[in-house]
Structures are given as structure tokens and as C-alpha cells.
């Protein structure tokens, strides 16, 4: 679409050579036709992927579906400072559970830890009344139907109750 030939007079013939019957005596003849060239194109309107609200869109399609790890010496905080209180003392968790236990110290929810004991013997329990006192955790242990104290750095995993 949009091709357009120069050869084309405006009653849509053949131009003759010297214009219009001028000129030459003789058989009029028709001139070569100029090469077709494409026509101008017409300003192109911007797709849908090159706003920037679609680059944005594309950027945070491409984002990690998780938050980045909290990092304070370069600027990623935790979300509460129990949760920093917690990494601080419990080293060896990864941040899911030090967010678990976290969100259940503060309106005390029942949570399941998995405990090394000092003997070295793997415990499951289910606590509940969470209070922490660094490097400490006290709570209810419904398996021993009493109070007890773990040790933060001795919590093997973190899972909802």
C-alpha cells in the first residue's frame, strides 16, 4: 500500500516524452516510467510495549516473586526488630522461619519448632505464650504441659501449629 508511480498523469495515462504534445513532430512517445518508490509512511503510534507504564509492567513482571532478603548494611531492613532480634541470635534459620517465629511471639500464637536438645536428641513441640528474652525464648510446651526456655540458636526448624 502506498506505492506511487511518478509516470501517471492525472488522467491516469502514460506520460508523453516533452509534456503534453509539445515539442517533436511525429508519433508521440511515451516516456520510461520513473522507478516507484514507497511512499512516506505515516507517523508510527507507539505500541502498548513502548509506554513507560508497559516497561514498568515488564520490569516488575521480570521482579523476584519474593522480598529480598533483609540486608541493614545495605539497606534492606527487617520488618520488626524482633525479626532482627531473632536473626541475630538464631544464625542458622533462614528468614521464613525467623519471620514465623516473629509473627508468633507478639500475639502469642501457638507454634511447632523442631529443638536439639543438649543431649544431642531431636524434639518436636508445639509451645504457645511465646515471650522472648534474648538469647532465649520462653513459652508454654504443651508436650511437657509446663513452661520451659529454649535456647534461639538451638531451633532447628519453625512450623505453624
Given amino acids: 500500500m502506498g506505492r506511487v ?7 491516469g495515462g502514460p506520460v ?6 509539445g515539442g517533436r513532430s511525429g508519433p508521440p512517445r511515451t516516456a ?13 503510534h507507539r505500541s502498548r510495549h513502548d ?14 516473586n519474593h522480598e529480598p532478603h533483609p540486608d541493614p548494611e545495605r539497606g534492606i ?31 502469642r500464637e501457638p507454634i511447632t519448632l523442631e529443638y536439639l536438645a543438649v543431649p544431642g536428641n531431636r524434639t518436636v513441640r508445639t509451645v ?8 532465649f525464648l520462653s513459652a508454654y510446651c504443651h508436650l511437657r504441659e509446663d513452661q520451659r526456655v529454649f535456647n534461639l540458636s538451638r531451633i532447628q ?4 501449629a
Avoid: W
Fill in 5 to 11: 508511480c511518478s509516470a501517471l498523469d492525472t488522467s
Fill in 16 to 21: 508523453r516524452a516533452g509534456g503534453r504534445g
Fill in 32 to 44: 520510461r516510467a520513473a522507478p516507484c518508490r514507497a511512499a512516506p509512511s505515516p507517523p508510527r
Fill in 51 to 64: 509506554t513507560p507504564a508497559a516497561g514498568l509492567a515488564l520490569r516488575l513482571l521480570s521482579a523476584p
Fill in 77 to 107: 531492613p527487617f520488618r520488626t526488630d524482633t525479626e532482627e532480634i531473632l536473626a541475630g541470635y538464631a544464625k542458622t534459620r533462614n528468614l521464613t522461619d525467623i519471620r514465623q517465629l516473629a509473627h508468633a511471639i507478639h500475639p
Fill in 128 to 135: 504457645s505464650k511465646l515471650e522472648l528474652d534474648p538469647p
Fill in 157 to 160: 526448624t519453625v512450623m505453624p
